[in-house]
């Protein structure tokens, strides 16, 4: 709350931003950050919005996915190059997104599938406009593609679409937007590695892509879907975020189902078995937000506290290292 950033976990490329390039599985504050108001994490970097408009960086460059004209990484956030009036940023595998206070959106970084969004293949080290979009209400970044809500309540996607992750019915990649089917009502959207849900503005779930762990929550196993099918059974939905194999919804009383993939327990149920339906989080009651990460999950709580569950090879869930089943805090970190 007082703008700073803390981050943990694994720190190969400086990716905690504190300077060095050690692992922690305790929260770590990111260096020279003050004025922060929203943070994204993608697969070995990450960006946060600033006050006054400006986005940083920090962590693996190797595709310009740092945003400040190089390919150098860097363990303390850079600035990206160019950016004034960002509103929000998506950090994705290699390339991250964000949307300007006019509704367009700028993307940077690896576009080898077309993730940019600018009618190009080439890779960017500095932000490009992507294509058409002028009514961009939020972006989220995934494995090669990325997806924008627009203010209509429609959703628009670019880059790779192998498995139907652009929504649009084909299979076919695009380097520049094109809209979902059938979404006229969508208020959020996350992309996960292969597959993306939207949150409805009537409280239920969408998602369409790949769906080799029963990531799209609606009861079939390893049948991808190139347009969007409803999640059963949530209905009073406030926020979504979809991680590699997984995906995880807040409710509007606080608690937080999750489905897909559940090789490291990231669906919080106290099983390592997966599921194709939501199933229930142990313990959370008092959710406001979560994000996903490859096999972790991390929830905000109204108390400011955090709570993590999963994978924990990296130190990712902020504390000792072994796999949890069930939510637990994040050591020493109140966000409030």
Same mark, same amino acid.
């Given at each position: 709350?007082?703008g700073?950033?803390?981050?943990?976990?694994?720190?190969?490329?400086?990716?905690?931003?504190?300077? %060095?390039?050690?692992?922690?599985?305790?929260p770590v504050?990111?260096? &020279?950050?003050?004025?922060?108001?929203?943070?994204?994490s993608?697969?070995?970097?990450?960006?946060?919005?600033?006050?006054?408009g400006?986005?940083?960086?920090?962590?693996?460059?190797?595709?310009?996915? $740092? &945003?400040?004209?190089?390919?150098?990484?860097?363990?303390v956030?850079?600035?990206?190059?160019?950016?004034t009036?960002?509103?929000?940023?998506?950090s994705?595998?290699?390339?991250?997104?964000?949307?300007?206070?006019?509704?367009?959106?700028?993307?940077?970084?690896?576009?080898?599938?077309?993730?940019?969004?600018?009618?190009?293949?080439?890779?960017?080290?500095?932000?490009?406009?992507?294509?058409?979009?002028?009514?961009?209400?939020?972006?989220?970044?995934?494995?090669?593609?990325?997806?924008?809500?627009?203010?209509?309540?429609?959703?628009?996607?670019?880059?790779?679409?192998?498995? &139907?992750?652009l929504?649009?019915g084909?299979?076919?990649?695009s380097?520049v937007?094109v809209?979902?089917?059938?979404?006229t009502?969508?208020?959020? *959207?996350?992309?996960g590695?292969?597959?993306?849900c939207?949150? $409805?503005?009537?409280?239920?779930?969408?998602?369409?892509?790949?769906?080799?762990?029963g990531?799209?929550?609606?009861? %079939?196993?390893?049948?991808?879907?190139?347009?969007?099918v409803?999640?059963?059974? $949530?209905?009073?939905?406030v926020?979504?975020?979809?991680?590699?194999?997984?995906?995880?919804?807040? $409710?509007?009383?606080?608690?937080v189902?999750?489905?897909?993939?559940?090789?490291?327990?990231?669906?919080?149920n106290?099983?390592?078995? &997966?599921?194709?339906?939501p199933?229930? *989080?142990?313990?959370?009651?008092?959710?406001?937000?979560?994000?996903?990460?490859?096999?972790?999950?991390?929830?905000?709580?109204?108390d400011?506290?955090?709570s993590?569950?999963?994978n924990?090879?990296?130190?990712?869930l902020?504390?000792?290292?072994?796999? *949890?089943?069930?939510p637990?805090f994040?050591?020493?970190?109140?966000?409030?």
């Amino acid at each position: 709350s007082d703008g700073r950033v803390s981050c943990w976990g694994g720190n190969s490329f400086g990716q905690l931003g504190n300077g %060095t390039n050690t692992s922690s599985a305790v929260p770590v504050l990111v260096t &020279g950050l003050t004025n922060a108001v929203s943070v994204s994490s993608g697969s070995y970097h990450s960006c946060a919005v600033l006050s006054d408009g400006r986005v940083s960086c920090w962590g693996g460059n190797s595709f310009g996915q $740092l &945003g400040n004209g190089t390919n150098t990484s860097s363990a303390v956030p850079v600035l990206v190059t160019g950016l004034t009036n960002a509103v929000s940023v998506s950090s994705g595998v290699y390339h991250s997104c964000a949307v300007l206070s006019d509704g367009r959106v700028s993307c940077w970084g690896n576009n080898r599938s077309g993730q940019l969004g600018n009618e190009a293949y080439t890779s960017s080290a500095i932000p490009v406009l992507v294509t058409g979009l002028t009514n961009a209400v939020s972006v989220s970044s995934g494995s090669n593609y990325s997806c924008a809500v627009l203010s209509d309540g429609r959703v628009s996607c670019w880059g790779n679409n192998r498995s &139907g992750q652009l929504g649009n019915g084909t299979n076919t990649g695009s380097v520049v937007p094109v809209l979902v089917t059938g979404l006229t009502n969508a208020v959020s *959207v996350s992309s996960g590695s292969g597959h993306i849900c939207a949150v $409805l503005r009537d409280g239920r779930v969408s998602c369409w892509g790949y769906d080799g762990y029963g990531q799209l929550g609606n009861g %079939t196993d390893d049948i991808d879907s190139a347009i969007p099918v409803l999640v059963p059974g $949530l209905t009073n939905v406030v926020s979504i975020s979809s991680g590699y194999a997984h995906s995880c919804a807040v $409710l509007s009383d606080g608690r937080v189902f999750c489905w897909g993939n559940n090789d490291h327990g990231q669906l919080g149920n106290g099983t390592n078995t &997966g599921s194709v339906v939501p199933v229930l *989080v142990t313990g959370l009651t008092n959710a406001v937000s979560v994000s996903s990460g490859s096999g972790h999950i991390c929830a905000v709580l109204r108390d400011g506290t955090a709570s993590c569950w999963g994978n924990n090879d990296s130190g990712q869930l902020g504390r000792w290292r072994r796999n *949890v089943v069930i939510p637990r805090f994040v050591l020493q970190l109140n966000v409030n």
